[in-house]
């Protein structure tokens, strides 16, 4: 997509709506069956506080959103929260919240496809067991997917997500006809009953159930994850950018709790039970489960009782939801880079990431999101109940500082604004962010004090390395461009008072020659060829051939006791640097230019060695003369020829 | 090593018999192990058999001694077989000599190193079981050893080769003694029985019989690995040279013979018995083996009986055993890159190889060496006997090709020679090189039919390999060779008409301040900057600098829509060759030089695309203006400051 193409594809809510809402709308496949599975640790009595804790889910990520709604209009530029962190509570926030912010990509890929994967296993049962190796596979097609540069349409995310919608829609209001019509199915774990684990058999009591309680609100907060991406997405938005996407955010936020809801509801009607180690912690009425008794996820479960008879709709229901599934990861996949090149404008990743035409740098973030993600897989045996103790923490990381960003801004811009109405907006926005710090802050304590030991350490770890890195890059260009700083111009526009052009020749051949012929064409101050002497035949039939061809430059021969080829050119190099200091000396090497990577073992292997050694000598200049062998024509010049276009020129005279 | 010195350090007889005689003479610490292994298939009578083995393969040996003195004389230059075959029988049997000898530098390191951890846990029981994690320590260790380029003194072969001499001799004096009194000990294995396989319960009777004979004997023909280290070496002989050679030649045979022979006996006196799998074939008077029995090496029992009374002496023969077959993989080390070398200058393997002052090459040989030697320890878990199957098809494939070649070089040879005595001296070189030809092609043939299904043919496929890759890159190497071929030197005389150049900048800093001064000192036809509009604001920022610090070239900006820099870059370089075919186009490329390969990370990527890719446009140059950040100056010129000798200079007069 050409820079100036971007302008036309904006994007109106119907299409923004999907576009933006795969990740979020997601993390109702997994986030239910987390809070499910945590209160099972103390029985099926502590069920009947599951409401409770989707009440709270639903407060949090409706004050995240409408939060969220006051970053929009503040920040219409679609930095999201890096932009928010750096530009109000500096550099080294912003970078925690980078690094935060990867790894939370990291972690989408890796939950929603092992997610997926469960879900693949609730409709081919015969994959049971090998959900590692099939999420593996997916994060392998989506790179190559995604390296091709397959580029997607609104209408791509439209229908799945759309479809995901209805679905979701249908089994709802299917399932609470049924029941109150009392004609739901029991799902197929309704019959077995869970066995409290030590500590908790009289249910949720003491220190030990609150704190349960807590895991399992702070597992049900994975339901917040991808909220934030519309906040990153608002420069894609039609005019009015920020109010539409203020209305898509809160439009996300209640389709999201809806459906929460709604799976929690339908869970306690069809009687879902689920657990971590479904044979472990669960008895059918007291003796072992069936042995080939493979756990579904709550979502497939909900759908398989409550289209018990219409099989072909419980197949749509859990087919979407896998689709969506793949979808927030490939979202991943796409903002990965973005964040990269923003990162790499700022200093904080190699530069090269910045160019976004350059595929090769697109590509490497690409292979690292995918690597890390895979890694993580393996690790985690695809298991979302281990992989989510990572994921919510560093989600809720960057909520906090946002929203503490947030508050310092509109502080900040209260010191300047005079005009009543706009203040007393500011002063409601700055409250809402406020709430939003407090709790934001409150559930980061929350998942932090749950989950440290279970996993979330390990994000830290991961988080605290990366922080380190981009604080050293940064650094490191800091201190190169003071370096490069042009401080004296008269000084560096001096000019050196002589060229002497060496030329590079091993035998007399068509690239010796147009290499000599080269150089003669720059008509430099002094010119001569030099060889390395390593065989004494060698150089008498160079000489031979040298005055039998009458090449019109002098010819000197390096001694090479050591059988050398770089020290000898170097030292030589370096004592024509030494008589005249102000001298400049271009070396000139021929150079073939091969077609085929092994070619290249073949050749340039000293030339190449001996270019890189000859750049540390200051006062060189190193011109390669390529020889373009046969082999190199065939197809390895592909580039369009395209007549380029010159913006424009500025310039002194030449002299 | 400079060359001159080179000259300096011939050897005597008395330091080349070691310096050559170490990989000849540890295959006596094998060779009767697999002897009396192969026999014990049929039985413990068929041990009866054991000396006329001994004597077959001793009647080789000489032969081959004998043979490779003519090719001594013949040869003085040391390039040994593959010279030979070379030089009489084309470059195909050259190749393939070539593939035998590179293949068989892998074998010998793997066997060997395999033997010696067999000699450790002999003296050291607790390291039993782990002989291939011990053996590819041990590989690792020279590798490690021989890529700091340690280089060894004469002294350094000298003191373990006598040694082991010494220890041979001690051992075989003693024992003999102590038969003929009496007194001799026998062996820890001597109680056992051995258990027939199927169809041997006759012992050697029929066809199965002479095969298992033939089987022995080939397996026995391990002994003769090394015998042609000399035939390499005799230009580091002292004066006259030859002569020298084929006296030492003959005495390594004579000796090698020698302790053939005495371990034979002694093994039958000391009544060894040895399998390839101790625990399946023997039994202690019909009963299981002890559980903890752990069989070693022949020596090492036959050293363990001898010096049942001294174990010091035990000790010290089995210790000095160890080391002489490491001594023996060190040689490999050695001479793999020198074959490697003499191929690099053929052009059968990637030129760079051949300059043996060149490190880097030299380190890639001995890499390559220990990765094939530790594969091979690794897949056939340190097994001297499945690896032995390997070993001596190669060796005498080149035994049998050097012999062919040798009878060829007489032959030529006696077609123009008229003095008599020196044809007389030539037709009875040539009678033992046919008689050489005979036997070690009679054994090839032999080993071919007994070991070609144990292992053989992966030998044949890997020289197949290797082959088929040589005869590749000979061929491209004589393809470029013709393509560079100098065949009109007038054209190739002709100057580009004007050279037009261009220099690559982003802004406005001192590198980029360098590129302008170095590319205006050349002073050429035409001069300007360029840059690739990406980001308008980086444009105008640009655009001021160049105004304010009033550089005098212009600047034209390239415009960029799909943000790429190399494309848009290349275009308008073609489109200056295509307005001006016959002039040169130069493009000065400011450079940064670091000093720590993860800063190379963060700098150049766009520029080393670039200017790849420039190198495929024809008639453009490509400068590298370096400018060396502060890092790469610590430490990172490590070049000594010697004046550079210049041998000579030859030349037309400077236009």
Same mark, same amino acid.
């Given at each position: 997509?050409?820079? @100036? ?27 239910? @069956? ?9 029985? +099926? ?10 009440? #709270? ?50 972690? %989408? ?6 997610? #997926? ?18 999420? +593996? ?26 479809? =995901? ?34 500590? =908790? ?5 003491? !220190?030990?159930?609150?704190?349960? *309680? ?59 039970? =689920? ?5 472990? /912690? ?12 493979? /756990?579904?996820?709550? !979502?497939? /479960? ?22 969506? *599934? ?28 910045? %160019? ?17 993600? !895979? ?27 946002? /929203? ?14 005079? @005009? ?48 380190? #890195? ?21 000084? #560096? ?9 060496? &030329? *590079? ?21 002094? *010119? ?40 000898? +050119? ?12 102000? @001298?400049?000396? +271009? &070396? ?5 230019? &091969? ?50 276009v010159v913006q424009w020129r500025t310039g002194g005279p030449q002299e």
């Amino acid at each position: 997509m050409s820079s @100036d193409a971007l302008g036309h594809t904006l994007l109106p809510k119907r299409i923004a709506l999907p576009v933006f809402a795969s990740d979020a709308l997601s993390s109702v496949a997994y986030a239910p @069956d987390e809070i499910l599975l945590t209160l099972s640790i103390a029985g +099926v009595t502590s069920y009947l506080l599951s409401p409770w804790i989707g009440l #709270a889910v639903a407060v949090v990520l409706l004050t995240v959103v409408a939060s969220y709604r006051q970053t929009v209009h503040a920040y219409p530029s679609g930095g999201g929260d890096y932009e928010v962190a750096t530009t109000n509570l500096g550099r080294n926030a912003g970078i925690s919240v980078a690094s935060a912010l990867l790894v939370d990509y990291v972690m %989408t890929v890796a939950v929603s496809i092992s997610q #997926a994967a469960q879900y693949l296993s609730a409709i081919v049962p015969s994959v049971n067991g090998y959900e590692a190796a099939i999420a +593996v596979g997916a994060i392998v097609l989506l790179t190559l997917m995604n390296l091709r540069g397959v580029r997607e349409s609104g209408a791509f995310f439209a229908v799945p997500v759309y479809l =995901f919608m209805f679905a979701m829609g249908l089994m709802a209001v299917w399932g609470t006809v049924q029941y109150f019509t009392g004609s739901l199915t029991l799902a197929e774990s309704a019959g077995f009953e869970l066995v409290a684990e030590p500590g =908790f058999e009289q249910g949720l009591v003491g !220190i030990g159930g609150a704190m349960l *309680l807590a895991r399992a609100f702070s597992s049900g907060c994975a339901a917040l994850t991808g909220v934030e991406a519309i906040s990153n997405g608002v420069p894609a938005f039609k005019k009015p950018k920020s109010r539409n996407a203020a209305t898509t955010l809160l439009l996300l936020g209640l389709i999201s709790v809806t459906m929460i809801a709604a799976i929690l509801f339908l869970a306690r009607a069809t009687g879902v039970v =689920f657990a971590e180690n479904p044979h472990e /912690q669960m008895t059918d009425g007291g003796r072992a489960l069936p042995e080939g008794y493979e /756990q579904h996820p709550v !979502i497939g /479960q909900i759908a398989d009782a409550v289209f018990h008879h219409t099989p072909v709709l419980f197949y749509f229901v859990t087919a979407v939801t896998g689709l969506i *599934l793949v979808l927030a990861a490939n979202t991943a996949f796409n903002g990965f880079p973005v964040l990269g090149s923003i990162l790499a404008r700022d200093g904080l990743l190699p530069r090269q990431l910045h %160019t976004r035409g350059d595929r090769l740098a697109f590509s490497n973030g690409i292979i690292a999101l995918a690597a890390a993600a !895979i890694a993580l897989v393996i690790i985690f045996d695809a298991s979302v109940t281990r992989l989510i103790q990572l994921y919510i923490v560093g989600v809720f990381i960057s909520f906090t500082m946002s /929203q503490l960003g947030m508050v310092r801004h509109w502080t900040r811009a209260l010191r300047t604004e005079v @005009d009543a109405r706009v203040r007393s907006r500011m002063v409601r926005s700055r409250a809402v962010n406020a709430f939003g710090l407090g709790l934001t802050g409150v559930v980061l304590v929350i998942v932090l004090v749950t989950k440290f030991t279970r996993g979330a350490w390990i994000t830290l770890v991961l988080m605290a390395i990366l922080f380190v #890195a981009m604080r050293g890059i940064a650094k490191h260009y800091d201190r190169v461009r003071a370096e490069l700083e042009l401080d004296d111009v008269s000084a #560096a526009r001096a000019l050196p008072s002589r060229v002497q052009a060496v &030329v *590079l020749i091993s035998r007399v051949h068509k690239p010796t020659m147009r290499a000599i012929a080269y150089a003669r064409a720059t008509r430099p101050s002094s *010119l001569e060829a030099i060889t390395v002497g390593v065989d004494p035949e060698d150089v008498e039939r160079l000489r031979a051939d040298w005055v039998d061809k009458e090449i019109p430059i002098p010819l000197t021969v390096l001694d090479s006791p050591y059988r050398e080829i770089t020290r000898p +050119v170097l030292d030589y190099v370096k004592s024509l640097r030494s008589t005249s200091p102000r @001298d400049l000396v +271009v &070396v000139y090497v021929p150079e073939y230019v &091969v077609g085929h990577w092994w070619e290249q073992i073949l050749h340039n292997q000293s030339a190449l060695r001996l270019k890189s050694r000859l750049l540390f000598t200051p006062g060189v200049v190193v011109a390669s003369v390529p020889w373009q062998l046969d082999s190199a024509s065939d197809g390895a010049d592909e580039s369009r020829w395209d007549e380029p276009v010159v913006q424009w020129r500025t310039g002194g005279p030449q002299e």
